[in-house]
């Protein structure tokens, strides 16, 4: 039931959502390492850039008025650093910590994704600056920055920013990571 999770919950909002919506589908092949698929709903221009085996993957909006972007970096280490959640965690609040002076919250507290493969965590802040105002393009008053360990060499920085926390757009980008899909070859 676990390993299913994320694509009932992916049907089950597809079904929720107005006809005509679809899921883009996006593939990473990182050879040997195996495929990463997300599940994107909505309407999203991915650019895919694939330099010397590491990709950069970014999403950004479609529709103008739309505030939010995201981008996962995939990237094969040789010593695998995070080979437990709690090492994981460590780093990912550790990598968070500049945000902290600048935000609402304070404090980088790593939550968990919902993954059906591997494991990973992400920190939330809101911009203190920004708070109450509206967003200039390209900036954000909300982000979410993480780390994903798919396998022992498979490791995925995460970066979503949107206007809220709550808005379609950032739920969209959030549930494409979490509804991804890591087949090992």
Known sequence: ?????????????????????????HTLDLGRRGKV????LGDWKPTVINMAGQY????????????????IKVTFPDVDR????????????????????????????AREFALSSGYGFYCNFTDAA???????????KVISSGKI??????????????DSFSEEAYQQLLGAIEGMEYRRR
């Open 1 to 25: 039931m676990t390993a299913r999770f994320p694509l009932f919950s992916l049907f089950a909002l597809m079904a929720l959502l107005p006809t005509g919506a679809a899921a883009q589908e």
């Open 149 to 162: 360990r798919l396998a022992p060499d498979v490791l995925m920085e995460v970066f979503i920013g949107a």
């Open 56 to 71: 950069d993957v970014s999403f950004a909006p479609v529709r103008d008025g739309i505030n939010a972007s995201g981008t």
């Open 130 to 140: 920004l708070r109450g105002k509206k967003a200039p393009p390209g900036e954000f």
């Open 82 to 109: 995070y080979d437990t959640k709690p090492r994981l965690k460590l780093r990912v609040e550790a990598d968070c910590a500049p945000y902290e002076l600048q935000s609402v919250e304070g404090k980088a507290r």
């Open 37 to 40: 698929t997300l599940f994107l």
